[in-house]
């Protein structure tokens, strides 16, 4: 059974970088990309990025790409996500997705992991 | 990239049929067969109902139906029930250098 499990919820500073974990299991780790979507509180979902923890090649947003990394620990089965010079408006729940490569589509999702950006 | 273009609400009493539209351009929709369907019931993490345009994950009911016209794809729910009222969103595949692009949610409400 395909498990995704994040990391817990989050309280930050602006400026401050945040590091949320996405633990895989069920699967051949190395056969399937993991992405992340955010999405803030009332809104619709948004795209951030993707990594091939095979190849360890990333695509990240465009809105975000100065500020992120995604990383993966193949040892552990686990990618990582960082977020730095956080903003308010970087409040959100984040959520790591496998990515099928055959079906080019997200189809299993971890919890999500609620980032709060305040003073 | 821009997002996926989606109505903001549909609405439908119980055993009507809805369809939410998606629309994009020739360089997301229209340009690959990769469009996916997610339901967000309140609450809850995305759920995986349609890829590939018209395929069905197993388990997912087939009320659920996509399609693609051009640059548009959509989603149609038959039999509606008061457990479909939620939130849904198409994904396209855009392309290798900026590949996923996201609607911007319809919410759907059963009557």
């Known amino acids: 059974q395909v498990h995704l499990v994040q990391s817990g919820g989050e309280v930050k500073k602006p400026g401050a970088s945040v590091e949320v974990s996405c633990k895989a299991s069920?699967?051949?780790?190395?056969?399937?990309?993991i992405t992340w979507v955010r999405q803030a509180p009332g809104q619709g979902l948004e795209w951030m990025g993707w990594?091939?923890?095979?190849?360890?090649?990333?695509l990240y947003a465009h809105k975000v790409h100065h500020r992120v990394i995604m990383t993966t620990d193949t040892d552990r089965n686990t990618v990582y996500m960082e977020l730095r010079g956080l903003r308010s408006d970087d409040t959100a729940v984040y959520y790591c997705?496998?990515?099928?490569?055959?079906?080019?589509?997200?189809?299993?999702w971890g919890q999500g992991t609620p980032v709060t950006v305040s003073s | 990239q821009s997002a996926l273009t989606q109505p903001a609400s549909v609405s439908g009493s119980p055993g009507q049929s809805i369809t939410i539209s998606c629309t994009g351009t020739s360089s997301d929709v229209g340009g690959f067969n990769s469009v996916s369907w997610y339901q967000q019931l309140p609450g809850k993490t995305p759920k995986l109902i349609i890829f590939a345009v018209d395929d069905r994950p197993s388990g997912v009911s087939s009320r659920f139906s996509g399609s693609k016209s051009g640059n548009t794809a959509s989603l149609t729910i038959s039999g509606l029930q008061a457990e479909d009222e939620a939130d849904y969103y198409c994904l396209s595949f855009a392309g290798s250098s900026a590949p996923w692009v996201i609607g911007g949610g319809t919410k759907v409400t059963v009557l």
């Open positions: 997705a496998r990515y099928d490569f055959d079906g080019r589509t997200f189809d299993y």
């Open positions: 069920g699967y051949s780790f190395m056969k399937y990309g």
């Open positions: 990594i091939n923890p095979y190849n360890r090649n990333t």
